[in-house]
């Protein structure tokens, strides 16, 4: 998919779908140039199927009389144009146009971060995963060219249309890496795929295999991967500004399941078919690096992956069994199915040893965080009050939706083993919550945040500016976030 800016007007503008937003009202003079260039047939069929541009709605019309062959009025609902609509005009518009050549979008603004947030959300709705289908199951088109229709054509949107371009294919190289089938995309490829981007935008990346792993001391890690076949990598990518001081220093790491059978506490078959999203925590971290490296953000940014299976094979761990961990603390294990927390527990005790600013966990980590938030919302925990409304002021921001829960100390009782320091897991209530008091133990003193996106990293169905699957979520609030600590 290619951006391009354009200044046709949006009469003439050739493509073979031009795309309109409506915030509220068809008043607007984009609206009415159609409405002029089609007879009035734009605003008869309007009336007709009742479109008043409310959020949701959408109007398609086969259109004579303009340069593009059709014509889609997307409603944004009530208020100005915003980064958060303008992705979803992007992404609505490029969805409508997946099998044809060319889109067009009327930019709602100039303003840079409303053209940025148009590219990158064209580049979210065309997005298809097509890497596993032949024959006529192969679509026989795909978008090839968007067109953003702008006032001028300065350098500053082209900057931002280029921004867009990058946020785009960061997030949808996470939902590729998502999407893809768990016998292929094992640990190793994951680990591979991390140091092939990392190689190509020259950013440093180190990956551990079995024998590295064992050295560097993470026996937890270890733990689970000893059911799978498949060997566990730890993977540390470091991008660092050039030329600049480093504004701030973050460290993000991301849990790496590329499949969660559930251990010999097996899921049943239901809960384990998409049990290969369990690396969307991996996949995100990808993203904000690739994205961070792209844009050349003056923030020095890492991205550590605990990546391993949890099989059921010969040697797989056992409740009951008790093994320490990178930090010190012996563990003992409770339910093989919460292995998430353990591969982050040493991942967590490596990376806060890097001394940053902030300490940043995406994991697929709790079905509990879905029962108390529902499908499309993660869970964010902090101790960190400041660092925990910047986050969420720049994820409403992009249209990520988050929710503060609480790391009540009380709850930790709950955590306490007879045999070892720590049990990992407790009983269902307040599951996320727990889970997120244990990470904790492991994640030192600095300001520390866990993102649990079991919910919004993998969806049923289509949902916003997100397709069935994979998501990406994560990649544009902490790209955003970073971007916030270098101003
Ligand atoms: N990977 C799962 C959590 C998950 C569930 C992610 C649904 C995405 C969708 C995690 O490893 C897990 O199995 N958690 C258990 C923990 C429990 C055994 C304490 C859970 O949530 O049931
Ligand atoms: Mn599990
Ligand atoms: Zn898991």
Not at 58 to 64: D, G, H, K
Not at 108 to 123: E, F
Not at 306 to 333: C, H, Q, W
Request: overall charge neutral.
């Amino acid at each position: 998919m290619l951006v391009k800016l354009s200044t046709d007007s949006v009469t003439s503008a050739r493509a073979d779908l031009l795309a309109i937003g409506v915030h509220g009202s068809l008043a607007s003079p984009l609206v009415k140039a159609i409405d002029g260039a089609t007879k009035k047939a734009l605003g008869k069929l309007a009336k007709l199927e009742r479109f008043e541009g409310k959020d949701g709605q959408t109007l398609r019309m086969t259109a004579a009389g303009l340069g593009a062959s059709q014509v889609l009025l997307v409603g944004l609902g009530e208020g100005e144009p915003s980064v958060a609509s303008a992705r979803k005009l992007g992404a609505i518009a490029a969805r409508a146009a997946r099998s044809y050549g060319t889109v067009a979008i009327a930019a709602p603004s100039d303003d840079a971060a409303v053209v940025r947030a148009l590219a990158s959300g064209a580049l979210l709705g065309g997005y298809r995963y097509t890497r596993y289908l032949t024959g006529d199951r192969v679509p026989v088109r795909t978008l090839g060219t968007i067109k953003l229709i702008v006032g001028k054509r300065t350098p500053a949107l082209r900057d931002a249309a280029a921004a867009g371009v990058v946020l785009g294919e960061s997030v949808n190289h996470a939902r590729d890496l998502v999407n893809a089938p768990p016998n292929d995309l094992t640990p190793t490829a994951l680990a591979d795929f991390a140091a092939a981007q990392c190689k190509a935008l020259g950013v440093p990346c180190k990956v551990w295999d079995k024998k590295g792993i064992e050295k560097l001391g993470m026996p937890l890690l270890l733990a689970v991967s000893r059911g799978s076949s498949q060997e566990p990598r730890f993977v540390h990518m470091t991008y660092t500004p050039k030329g600049v001081a480093p504004k701030a220093k973050v460290v993000f790491v991301g849990k790496g399941l590329t499949f969660d059978a559930g251990g010999l506490c097996i899921k049943p078959p239901k809960s384990m078919l998409d049990m290969k999203c369990d690396m969307a925590g991996a996949a995100t971290t990808i993203g904000i690096v690739m994205a961070a490296a792209r844009l050349e953000l003056p923030v020095e940014v890492h991205g550590i992956i605990g990546a391993t299976e949890n099989m059921l094979g010969a040697d797989a761990y056992r409740p009951g069994d008790v093994f320490p961990s990178r930090d010190g603390k012996s563990v003992e294990i409770i339910n093989t199915d919460a292995e998430g927390r353990l591969v982050l527990a040493d991942a967590l005790a490596y990376a806060r040893d890097l001394g940053a600013d902030h300490l940043i966990d995406h994991a697929t980590l709790t079905g509990a965080c879905m029962v108390a938030l529902g499908p499309h919302r993660a869970g964010l925990f902090t101790d960190d009050a400041k660092l925990a409304d910047r986050y969420l002021s720049v994820a409403e921001a992009e249209g990520e939706a988050f929710w503060r829960l609480p790391l009540d100390r009380d709850q930790f009782e709950a955590l306490k083993s007879d045999v070892a320091d720590l049990k990992h897991a407790a009983d269902r209530t307040g599951g996320a919550i727990t889970a997120a008091l244990f990470l904790r133990e492991f994640a030192g003193e600095g300001s520390y945040m866990h993102l649990d996106i079991a919910g919004p990293s993998f969806q049923d169905g289509v949902h916003g500016v997100h397709p069935k699957g994979g998501t990406g979520f994560g990649v544009l609030t902490g790209v955003r976030f970073l971007e916030s600590l270098g101003g």
